[in-house]
């Protein structure tokens, strides 16, 4: 077993790394990854940091109170973080999923999560989920998002879960130039949302757009299209600023 404690980093990658027991971290940072698979159990205490870059099997476990980044790994087994998740690069979780955290975040285009769990709440539940560049976000299981949904898309973005409940509203930013897709999710907006678009934003898979409250769309140079069997549903109000223009279309727009 490995307790590491002290607010400095500890560095444990290479060619191969296996955790086949425990490590506990206790403070400061953790960075872990290689090519093996690990069997072993990795826990974090409130306030530190485990980066993770290696493939778990399903007899691990990550268990912390802390903040979790995964990047380039599969996750087959327990994962149960309360603190936060940030995801880079090719993630996959197939294994018992309890909860990511507080926060989910996708930083930027490496960003790619498949949240395909085989146990745990469906939906699961966030404080605030970010969504940037091109990152996608696929998966099984749908999200519940109590504070802000943030979403600044472009070049190929996509989120394709069941259904995100965006409770605090959302931001929506599509990018210069670029495509945004909605595939076969039912996002319900309330409270007050934003979307401003450079880009070209659509709804794809029977997508659709359920707004409760006051949505503000500043379109300036691009459009927004609903397609194929996509809807859209307005119960709240929308106001349309900006020179450019808003397509509300599908097979179902009401």
Do not use: C
């Not at 998002?145 to 600044?152: I, K, N």
Request: hydrophobic fraction near 35%.
């Amino acid at each position: 077993s490995i307790s590491k404690t002290g607010s400095g980093e500890l560095d444990l990658f290479g060619t191969t790394a296996v955790n086949s027991s425990s490590i506990a971290v206790q403070g400061g940072l953790l960075q872990f990854g290689g090519s093996g698979s690990s069997t072993g159990s990795f826990s974090g205490s409130a306030n530190t940091t485990m980066d993770i870059s290696t493939n778990l099997a399903s007899s691990s476990s990550i268990v912390s109170a802390g903040t979790v980044i995964l990047d380039n790994a599969a996750i087959a087994g327990l994962y149960n973080v309360q603190g936060g998740t940030t995801i880079r690069d090719n993630v996959q979780i197939t294994g018992d999923l309890e909860s990511l955290g507080a926060d989910l975040i996708l930083p930027d285009y490496h960003s790619q999560a498949d949240l395909s769990p085989s146990a745990g709440p469906n939906p699961l539940s966030v404080a605030a989920l970010t969504v940037a560049g091109s990152a996608s976000l696929s998966g099984n299981r749908g999200l519940t998002v109590t504070g802000s949904f943030d979403w600044t898309g472009g070049n190929g973005s996509a989120i394709s879960i069941p259904s995100i409940d965006a409770q605090g509203g959302a931001a929506i930013h599509a990018g210069s130039g670029y495509l945004s897709f909605l595939s076969g999710t039912a996002l319900t907006l309330h409270g007050n949302s934003t979307f401003d678009s450079y880009g070209i934003f659509q709804l794809q898979n029977g997508a659709s757009i359920t707004n409760l409250g006051s949505l503000s769309a500043d379109i300036t140079s691009s459009y927004v299209e609903v397609d194929g069997a996509g809807s859209f549903l307005n119960q709240g109000s929308i106001s349309k600023t900006g020179s450019g223009e808003l397509d509300l279309f599908g097979t179902t727009a009401v």
